[in-house]
């Protein structure tokens, strides 16, 4: 039975939950996600889950902080004047905004918390820090 390698194109439904078992994303009722393996399309420990999968096979995985989204980093949270937002923005808690780096690079910030005086805006990926458990089923593999 053919078994997913490095360079195949494969199709799987996933379940992604946090600890708390809390489903953080899933692909049910949707199209199967499609992956090319070794191509960094998604996090290192997923890939590396579906590598040796055969077609029909499910799992479920424990993929580590550092596998996964890397770690959280209290210095990627700051406090913004909230005088300094463009007044055409209305930041809400959740909210989305892109910032440019000093070096002009863009970089997405998530709005944590917003008073009259600041706004605290975190660039940490929103599962940085946590241990993420997906089951896997693979669907199909082309070579």
């Given at each position: 039975?053919?078994?997913?390698?490095?360079?195949?194109?494969?199709?799987l439904h996933y379940t992604g939950k946090l600890n708390d078992g809390t489903i953080f994303d899933s692909s049910e009722g949707k199209d199967?996600?499609?992956?090319?393996?070794?191509?960094?399309?998604?996090?290192?420990?997923?890939?590396?889950?579906?590598?040796?999968?055969?077609?029909?096979?499910?799992?479920?995985?424990?993929?580590?902080?550092?596998k996964a989204y890397g770690a959280y980093y209290d210095e990627k949270v700051i406090d913004f004047p909230a005088d300094q937002i463009p007044?055409?923005?209305?930041?809400?808690?959740?909210?989305?905004?892109?910032?440019?780096?000093?070096?002009?690079?863009?970089?997405?910030?998530?709005?944590?918390?917003?008073?009259?005086?600041?706004?605290?805006?975190?660039?940490?990926?929103?599962?940085?820090?946590?241990?993420?458990?997906?089951?896997?089923?693979?669907?199909?593999?082309?070579?």
């Amino acid at each position: 039975m053919t078994q997913a390698k490095n360079g195949d194109n494969v199709t799987l439904h996933y379940t992604g939950k946090l600890n708390d078992g809390t489903i953080f994303d899933s692909s049910e009722g949707k199209d199967p996600l499609p992956v090319t393996l070794g191509e960094g399309e998604v996090i290192e420990g997923f890939e590396t889950a579906i590598l040796g999968m055969s077609v029909g096979d499910s799992k479920t995985v424990t993929i580590p902080a550092d596998k996964a989204y890397g770690a959280y980093y209290d210095e990627k949270v700051i406090d913004f004047p909230a005088d300094q937002i463009p007044e055409d923005i209305e930041p809400e808690v959740g909210m989305h905004l892109q910032l440019q780096s000093q070096d002009g690079q863009p970089f997405t910030v998530r709005v944590t918390e917003v008073t009259e005086e600041h706004i605290k805006l975190d660039a940490n990926p929103p599962l940085a820090g946590q241990d993420l458990t997906f089951d896997i089923e693979l669907i199909t593999i082309n070579a």
